[in-house]
């Protein structure tokens, strides 16, 4: 998948910081007294992140400030606004004055502005329809089943989808914590990383949305060019079918989430020809669908391994 021209980006510098800290009121800990103690902690940042194809605003995603030029194109792709990515010609992130964007004091917005294809931008707007304030599965405030868009996208055969076996994942996941920066210093933020077929960590975004950071990461890849490369994608969160959708989409052929998966994401799985390891948790894991042709529609197994 080709990627777009870097020389038409933004500097990412303009934006609001990813964590702040806040004076908190603690009480109950061990060597604290009855009355408690007062601290500074670190939160994460939760941001209304507004983002404009062509001078219209689709979507108003709540997101954490880092990584939007990367998120924006991986939302795009992985909604199916784009086909690829040279099909976005800029991006422009900008900060908007509390006042400005019409949110409470002390609640400043940031706009992303993307400058789309032609052909893109005229099949977005004839399926648009509000997003704002979307959970970001795609089909939440729709108003029939015939609004749902759930067609499942078939995933290309891999000849080495068989090496993401459990020892791989567990490896990768077990790169994962010390790359958490944010995580480590405030919680409440989700990952999504990228393995080599070795187990091998490569990347990792994060974000307070598990869709959010499953969009950076696919974007950072997108505006890198590595796709196509043989690889897979992990989580720190459940496997719902959204998340599957989105990789299925970009040709992802593997996926696996520390957490359980839902009944829906399984089936989007079986359906797409992705292999999806779920429960990731060393030494176990479940293989709740194999990515393979010809094999069952609804076959389950679990396994155990040594970690290496």
């Known amino acids: 998948m080709s990627k777009p021209d870097l020389a038409n980006l933004a500097d990412p510098e303009d934006t609001l910081p990813p964590l702040s800290r806040h004076a908190v009121h603690v009480f ?3 060597g604290v007294a009855p009355e408690g103690v007062v601290r500074d902690d670190t939160l994460a940042a939760e941001v209304p ?7 219209v605003s689709h979507a108003v995603m709540m997101a954490t400030p880092q990584d939007l030029e990367a998120f924006a194109l991986g939302f795009a792709l992985s909604e199916g606004i784009l086909d690829t990515a040279a099909d976005c010609r800029g991006i422009e992130v900008r900060t908007v004055d509390a006042t400005d964007a019409g949110l409470p004091e002390g609640m400043p917005g940031i706009e992303v502005q993307l400058e789309i ?3 893109s931008f005229e099949r977005l ?8 304030g979307r959970t970001g599965c795609g089909v939440c405030g729709v108003e029939s089943f ?7 996208q078939r995933v290309p055969q ?3 989808i068989e090496r993401i076996d459990l020892a791989t994942v567990l490896r990768a996941f077990a790169a994962m914590p010390p790359r958490q920066i944010l995580n480590a210093e405030a919680g409440a933020i989700h990952a999504a990383a990228w393995a080599t077929v070795g187990g091998e960590l490569t990347d990792l975004m994060e974000d307070v949305g598990r869709h959010n950071a499953l969009d950076k990461l696919l974007g950072k890849l997108a505006l890198a060019g590595r796709l196509e490369e043989p690889g897979f994608v992990l989580m720190s969160s459940r496997g719902s079918h959204e998340l599957v959708r989105k990789c299925a989409r970009l040709g992802i052929a593997a996926m696996a989430t520390i957490s359980a998966p839902t009944s ?4 989007m799985a079986e359906l797409s020809g992705l292999r999806f390891w779920g429960l990731c948790r060393a030494p176990r894991g479940v293989l709740y669908a ?3 042709a010809g094999s069952p529609s609804a076959s389950t197994a679990s396994a155990t391994a040594s970690m290496p």
Do not use: I, Q
Not at 49 to 55: R, T
Not at 146 to 152: E, I, Q
Not at 264 to 267: F, T
């Open 28 to 30: 109950g800990e061990r």
């Open 49 to 55: 992140v507004a983002l404009v194809f062509n001078g």
């Open 117 to 119: 294809s032609t052909r």
């Open 125 to 132: 707007k004839d399926r648009r329809r509000s997003l704002a």
């Open 146 to 152: 015939a609004g749902l868009d759930l067609t499942p």
């Open 158 to 160: 891999r000849d080495w």
């Open 264 to 267: 829906m994401g399984v089936r």
């Open 290 to 292: 194999d990515g393979l």
